[in-house]
């Protein structure tokens, strides 16, 4: 089973709203990572938090993490239709071999 | 510009073809990752490798193997291709694991198999 799962599958706005994503997790992890796809090419890294942090910005990205519920948000505010694109959030052990990714959130931003 | 280079964008291979995908690194990279994507399955873990020579399986290794005999260069093999592994395979690339996890991705290879 998925150990990321990311809500909600599909997400339509408009052009300057903020779109929020989330993930839910089933086991500890020791990091939680945001990549983003365009259609049909490879994933590019956006942020990583650790799981002793709550909270974690990056430009128009603000990403939380609630390791009580096993839950992390990714928001991104005033949004563009560059943005349109696919969000995964995955979730990596102490070893760091077992990255697993959830199956995204397709985000799609209107002009 | 560091960057994980996949050798095909597209793919169209026959059923019980050997199909060989690439993919080299110029990041100096540990780790070495090969996954294949679905439509609401997410990313899969094929194989991995931690160091030359070195492999190990991920999630779903049967009917493809790998080599890996220079760091920089990762290889995926079909042994004889079948149509469900009509897919978009992703290479990735990350440091050991005392440093930061990001993965570094390839642009994907589309693969179809006919």
């Known amino acids: 089973s998925q150990q990321g799962e990311e809500d909600p599958q599909a997400l339509s706005i408009q052009e300057g709203e903020n779109a929020t994503m989330n993930c839910s997790y089933k086991?500890?992890?020791?990091?939680l990572q945001w990549y983003r796809q365009n259609s049909g090419r490879g994933l590019v890294h956006l942020i990583l938090i650790r799981s002793n942090e709550r909270e974690k910005h990056s430009g128009r990205l603000r990403v939380t993490l609630d390791t009580s519920k096993k839950s992390s948000s990714l928001l991104i505010t005033a949004s563009r239709a560059a943005d349109t694109a696919s969000y995964f959030c995955a979730t990596a052990d102490g070893g760091g071999f077992k990255t697993i990714f959830g199956a995204g959130t397709r985000l799609f931003v209107k002009a | 510009d560091v960057k994980v280079t996949q050798s095909s964008r597209y793919l169209v291979k026959r059923t019980g073809e050997k199909v060989f995908l690439e993919c080299v690194q110029d990041?100096?990279?540990?780790?070495m990752f090969w996954y294949r994507q679905d439509p609401g399955l997410g990313l899969r873990l094929i194989y991995f490798?931690?160091?030359?020579?070195?492999?190990e399986k991920g999630d779903i290794p049967e009917g493809y193997s790998v080599s890996r005999e220079k760091k920089e260069r990762f290889s995926l093999i079909l042994e004889s291709a079948s149509t469900n592994q009509t897919s978009m395979y992703l290479c990735a690339s990350s440091p050991p694991a005392t440093r930061m996890f990001s993965y570094t991705f390839g642009s994907g290879t589309r693969l179809t198999i006919v």
């Open positions: 490798s931690y160091d030359v020579k070195m492999k």
């Open positions: 990041m100096d990279h540990e780790n």
């Open positions: 086991t500890s992890i020791n990091n």
